[in-house]
């Protein structure tokens, strides 16, 4: 396992992040306790969750995932110090978590303290805020005309950042949380956020994951390069598209059990055709190389410069042992051009 910094943390994670949000859902304990096992004997060292999972979020999967995350821990006290322990504060429109409000000073307070109970932990190594107060251009939001940036009220907004700065510091000033990290956030958010905390000496953002893959990396080039000069580290989530790079979903496919099969509170916005003929094309060169779609789409994301620790997820052992397996292989010069052509004839498919 290869190991880079977190940004300006001075913290060293794995290349593999074990994400964690079917916990509690599509996966029990004893399937966490498993994938837990399986990725730390792999040299994974790095696991994310959020207050919001497990997914797709509902009340009464609410904590759950944070909850069977804690049971392990308390099961595992002394390998708490192997592990980089990151979560998130849900953000404002889901009315069962703190009444749809935003993100605040006093609700970060709150947040931390809850999440510290159920993951039954006195710290939270990387705490971040799961999408910013106002819209921002993911979950297929990015297309012009969407969204109005000019009706945003940019002093609003900077003084929100401000106060929720204010929040993450006393939790670091009193050993609850270590570093800070954003979610779904854009160029112009990290910079108000590191502006901020250089003008009130209050904690530096220090990663920032977004979505990317095959068919989503709308953050290459000017969120990485950012990210690169500014030091924070750049965390891929959905690195198969929701699964959708295996090509399990084409043609219309559902297989029982998985996550299209779901609710999905957004609709399913990444079945698109374009999507549909770009991982055909991707599922068709893998396998005349003699790797499985998830390792070709794997391997490419761990590729990518400027890429700190891409998050995986699994609802099967077998599967997580392919997604890790991913990173220890090399892509070919000649598979790497395939890829760029297919990337370039489907550069943004959904």
């Not at 969204?147 to 003084?159: R, S």
Request: net charge negative; aromatic share 8%.
């Amino acid at each position: 396992m290869q190991y880079n910094p977190l940004g300006s943390s001075g913290v060293n994670v794995s290349r593999v992040c074990l994400g964690s949000m079917t916990w509690g859902l599509q996966n029990t304990q004893s399937d966490a306790d498993q994938q837990i096992a399986y990725a730390l004997e792999q040299g994974v060292n790095f696991i994310d969750t959020a207050e919001m999972y497990a997914v797709p979020p509902s009340p009464d999967t609410y904590g759950k995932t944070e909850q069977i995350i804690g049971n392990w821990l308390a099961r595992n006290q002394d390998k708490r110090s192997d592990i980089v322990l990151a979560t998130k504060i849900a953000g404002n429109g889901l009315e069962w978590i703190r009444e749809g409000s935003n993100i605040t000073r006093q609700t970060v307070i709150a947040a931390v303290d809850d999440s510290l109970k159920r993951l039954q932990t006195d710290y939270i190594d990387l705490y971040q805020l799961h999408w910013p107060n106002r819209a921002t251009p993911h979950f297929a939001k990015q297309w012009p005309g969407m969204l109005k940036f000019t009706e945003v009220d940019t002093l609003q907004q900077t003084a929100d950042m401000l106060d929720i700065l204010e929040g993450l510091n006393d939790c670091v000033k009193a050993g609850k949380i270590k570093h800070c990290g954003l979610s779904d956030d854009t160029p112009w958010g990290v910079n108000q956020f590191l502006n901020l905390a250089k003008e009130h000496n209050l904690p530096r953002m220090v990663s920032i994951q977004n979505e990317f893959s095959l068919v989503h990396a709308k953050d290459w080039p000017y969120l990485i390069e950012q990210c690169v000069h500014e030091d924070i580290a750049y965390l891929p989530w959905s690195p198969l598209a929701a699964g959708s790079l295996t090509g399990k979903y084409l043609n219309g496919a559902r297989p029982e059990g998985t996550r299209w099969t779901f609710m999905q509170r957004n609709g399913i916005f990444r079945d698109t055709p374009n999507a549909q003929q770009a991982i055909k094309q991707y599922v068709e060169l893998a396998h005349a190389h003699n790797l499985t779609p998830a390792e070709l789409a794997l391997a490419w994301c761990n590729k990518v410069d400027g890429v700190t620790s891409t998050i995986i997820g699994a609802t099967s052992m077998a599967q997580l042992k392919e997604d890790i397996g991913a990173f220890n292989l090399t892509l070919s010069d000649e598979i790497l051009g395939a890829i760029n052509r297919i990337f370039r004839q489907y550069p943004m498919p959904y």
